[in-house]
């Protein structure tokens, strides 16, 4: 392959309550679920003014429009994790009659905000924000998951390429099953060694992956030829950093930002992929410091763009390029 420019991707984890509701209560996140909501229009605002484009790889629950709706797109076979407190479909069966609920769990309108706008991409974090590496699940039920994300998406006029694994649970034994079923593209989880086991809750893991975002530990971009495909699977697509929540030190908030804009550089003077990530409700306590930090890697991406023709594909494009 020819000598490729470096390349941003974004891609965003859009799960609302689907991805946490095994950490809260109900009622507890009101409002920070409600100013994700609010900002995401603002976000697709953002990626407009400075061109950039990106993969949302959303819950497919979140398309549907009601508890009603939701009902009548239930799989055949549900996910019989272990941890049962981890099944969408049994947090759901307690919580199914309570409506103020329904903001948090669906949201088509901004799906479809999402779709129309110019250079983003309609991904999936799978229909239920399954667990791939959970204990008691299956094959069969991922990939039942999986085809209730596409049908429903079909719905929308999108046809889904990419796929983002819930908290990073990348099954590898799961790509023949993503591949068979039309997709393309997946995020993996960078080769440090903090990210192989990504259910890892261990006192060490935590302070590798905290600190890293704030000193150097360990190599964040990546070439072309980081790029991984066996012959008939899904493109995998390492992730190269988490932008995390804004910091109440203003210390630490500088050292991410840093860091995050040194990054972007170094792949863009070596024609490499420096791959962000992080969920929308990340800028739910504080939309508009987020919003605002948002901007200066987007003005630092322009000024990189200007500098050394660093370019912005969503993950789709990615994989379109190296196919």
Sequence with gaps: MKK?????????????LWGIFDHVLPGEKDLYFSNTKTIIPKILNLFEDYGVHSTWAIVGMLFNKNW???????????????????????FSKVNLNYSGMEEQLFSPELILKIRDAHGQEVGTHTYSHYYCLEKGQSPIEF????????????????????LV???????????????????????SNPGDWYWKNPQSNSLGTKIARSGDAYL??????????DLHRDDGLPLQQPASRFLRPVEANSKLRK??????FAEMEKA??????YHLWWHPHNFGDHP???????RKILEHFKTLHKKFNFQSLNMKELGDLVK
């Excluded at 390349?7 to 609302?16: A, M, P």
């Excluded at 939701?70 to 099944?87: A, D, G, V």
Aim: charged share 35%.
């Design 143 to 162: 990939k039942d998951d999986i085809k209730k994300s596409i049908s429903i998406a079909r719905n929308f006029d999108v046809t889904l390429k990419s």
């Design 216 to 225: 150097n530990l360990g190599d964040k971009s990546y070439s072309f030829s």
């Design 165 to 187: 694994f819930p908290r990073n649970q990348m099954n590898v034994e799961y790509l023949r099953i993503c591949h068979d079923l039309g997709i393309e593209n997946v995020r």
């Design 255 to 260: 050292l991410k930002m840093d860091r995050i």
């Design 268 to 273: 863009a003077k070596k024609d490499q992929i």
């Design 68 to 90: 009603k709706e939701w009902r009548e797109n239930i799989p055949e076979n549900l996910p019989s994790y272990q941890k049962s407190k981890l099944s969408a479909y049994n």
């Design 288 to 294: 508009e410091d987020s919003l605002e930090d948002l």
């Design 4 to 16: 490729q420019s470096g390349k941003l991707i974004i891609s965003l984890d859009f799960e609302l």
